[in-house]
């Protein structure tokens, strides 16, 4: 069965390292639609130019742009054994679209990965990414990036004005998400408020028993389809 994963959770809850790890442990794409259109804006494209401003304000770009990309992306032949998406949907409608993306597909699982709101705001303006290439400072004593030796700047939409309204952009179109996959039998919660080692391990745990219930599912379906 594909590992198609939708990494849920607000921003500064860790859905990006989380789903870094993942994907590289079981060898599928990590699609993370913040970094596509961080790609376009570095870029200087069409895509780049129109969201450059509304990611400045920690706005949502529109459903049909984010579908679109999405939508290209998800049939990229890397991603028919699975992916983990970061970042996408962020809305119901993103996630209706998602639903009818993923038609004769295997299903998805959904993990929400939880922590206290008085807790994010601390970890978003203190976080500091690679301006080369985007990973993040795994430590504050980190002096320059591991991966590619890149000097660690803080994102412009970590700035605490801009993270107060991503936060307030996140419970008003976000959060309704957990009500719209909540009673799935593939979706898990998982606490991220541990270390990350803790994260990890969980969610890996989490997402191997969705994917055991959603087998078992398939296997009923077709036991009554005899
Ligand atoms: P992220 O890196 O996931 O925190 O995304 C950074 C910014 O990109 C967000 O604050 C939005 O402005 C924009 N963005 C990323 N993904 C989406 C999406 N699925 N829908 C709308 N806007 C998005």
Known sequence: M????????PPGAGKGTQADRFAAARGIPKISTGDI???????G???????????????????DVMIGIVRERLARPDAARGFVLDGFPRTVAQAEA???LMAGRDPLIV????????????????????????????????????KCGGAFVQRADDAEDVVRERLQVYARNTRPLLDFY?????????????????????????????????????????ELAR
Do not use: W, Y
């Not at 594909?2 to 959770?9: D, Q």
């Not at 494209?45 to 920690?58: K, V």
């Not at 705001?121 to 400072?137: I, P, W």
């Open 182 to 222: 909540g009673k799935r039998p593939t979706f898990r919660a998982v606490d991220g408020g541990r270390a990350p080692d803790a994260v990890a391990a969980a969610l890996a745990a989490a997402i191997d028993d969705a994917v055991a219930r959603a087998q078992q599912g398939d296997e009923r379906r077709r």
């Open 45 to 63: 494209s069409e895509l780049g130019r129109r969201a450059q401003a509304i990611m400045a304000r920690g706005e949502l770009v529109g459903d």
């Open 111 to 146: 993990v929400d990965l939880a922590v206290a709101t008085e807790d994010l705001v601390g970890r978003l303006t203190s976080r500091r990414v690679c301006g080369a290439c985007g990973t993040n400072r795994s430590h504050p004593a980190e002096a320059a990036c591991g």
């Open 98 to 100: 998602l639903d009818a």
């Open 2 to 9: 594909a590992l198609n994963v939708v990494m849920l959770g």
């Open 37 to 43: 259109l961080r790609e376009a804006v570095q870029a």
